[in-house]
């Protein structure tokens, strides 16, 4: 019963740290887990612990006995644009904490089950202290947190494993376009709020005791943000049939991994990663492209601890709108994407390691490095006296975990 009592205080706990602007992956974080951040996003097909249920619910049916696992990741975006003038202004929202913990037990030598709640995706900017007229006081906030239960099956060599998933949701939009034609929007920053469902799966297979591979699909969950969107886009003078709709759908994301034991001490890992920003309500309308990420890792085990380091690489998934000198809405688009939603970094560089305190014990960080991108998009056709707008985007975070075997 007190362990029961523990981790639902630490399911409570991680409900009330929000998160406010982070991404990586398009707004989606590259993974769930100090191990799995070190090695590059990587966990489709490697076992790491309770927290694998977020990269492939099936990798639970590689656990021995009942664990927690508590984290949380200190998330330092870099974001700068240049409204609509040739200086660029710095955006505040330049720290996130954005929590995690997972639960996961063996019931019989087939059955394992889990619980686990974290901050998964996310995206924001706040101009609110630079230039009105310049920067339009743009203020954005998306956060995304799950909640899901998970079953594994696990036979001698293979796995399979489900997670319904609960999803809540909170957008604000907030700007003053009075200096182009339209007015003040959402000035205090109210958040609408949505809660979604949807559901990941997959499998796993060892082709020999030292190579496994893996599949996990994680389905859509469509979203709507009460008239947040719509309304921002009026003040745009975006109506009728040009509005924008108010769903903001999360897309499915297929993945593919295998995991290799070179060694004893050394394991390799790769993971593939589809995610489909194209057929998702909202991101479609906003011209996102289907974003393909790629991500290696490499860990090195010795008795009580443990140093990995990773590489992921994920497509743009904003796609600038050509049109945008002529066509005034593919310009508003062009300027919507941006400067207000920029999930336009591309390269991360990841390092970690574990270090194990008892048998029961262990505490793993990790460090991401993202460099910084620059894109330019038309925006000429809004004739707001400039004929492109800038944004540069890096990132950096640091992520600590600490895990409670029993």
Do not use: C
Not at 20 to 45: K, Q, R
Not at 119 to 131: C, E, F, K, L, R
């Amino acid at each position: 019963m007190n362990k029961q009592k523990l981790l639902l205080a630490a399911l409570v706990a991680a409900g009330f740290v929000s998160p406010m602007a982070y991404a990586t992956n398009g707004d989606t974080m590259m993974a769930v887990g100090s191990e799995s951040t070190a090695l590059g996003g990587t966990g489709v097909a490697h076992y790491m612990g309770a927290d694998s249920q977020w990269a492939n619910p099936a990798m639970l049916g590689k656990s021995k006995g009942s664990e927690v696992t508590g984290g949380v990741v200190m998330f330092n975006p870099k974001v700068s644009n240049n409204g609509f003038s040739s200086v660029m202004a710095d955006s505040q929202a330049n720290v996130s904490y954005i929590p995690d913990v997972s639960f996961s037990s063996r019931t019989s030598d087939s059955l394992t089950y889990g619980i686990a709640m974290a901050g998964i995706a996310g995206m924001g900017v706040d101009y609110t202290n630079s230039a009105q007229s310049k920067y339009v006081n743009a203020f954005t906030s998306l956060s995304l947190m799950q909640l899901m239960a998970t079953i594994a099956y696990n036979d001698k060599n293979y796995g399979v494993g489900i997670s319904p998933v609960a999803q809540w949701g909170s957008l604000a939009i907030g700007y003053n376009n009075a200096a182009f034609g339209g007015g003040p929007y959402n000035t205090n920053h109210n958040a609408d709020q949505y809660t979604g469902y949807g559901f990941n799966l997959g499998g796993y297979y060892d082709v020999t005791p030292d190579v496994t591979v893996a599949a996990a699909y994680m389905s859509e969950i469509e979203m709507k943000y009460g008239q947040m969107i719509s309304k921002a886009g009026a003040q745009f003078g975006l109506t009728g049939a040009s509005a924008f709709g108010d769903t903001l759908t999360q897309p499915a994301q297929m993945k593919a991994g295998i995991s290799y034991n070179a060694s004893n001490s050394i394991t390799l890992t790769a993971d593939y990663k589809l995610i489909n920003w194209s057929g998702a309500k909202g991101y479609k309308d906003f011209n996102w492209k289907d974003q393909n990420v790629f991500a290696v890792g490499a860990k090195y085990a010795a008795d009580g601890y443990w140093l990995g380091a990773g590489y992921n690489y994920a497509d743009n998934p904003i796609s600038a709108l050509a049109t945008g000198n002529a066509v005034y809405k593919d310009a508003v688009v062009n300027f919507f994407n941006n400067m207000m939603f920029p999930g336009v970094v591309q390269s991360s560089y990841t390092l970690g390691g574990g270090y194990s305190f008892t048998k029961a014990i262990d505490l793993d960080l990790a460090a991401v490095i993202t460099p910084e991108v620059k894109t330019t998009v038309n925006v000429a056709g809004m004739g707001a006296g400039t004929t492109t707008n800038t944004t540069t985007h890096s990132q950096s975070s640091i992520s600590a975990s600490l895990r409670y075997k029993f």
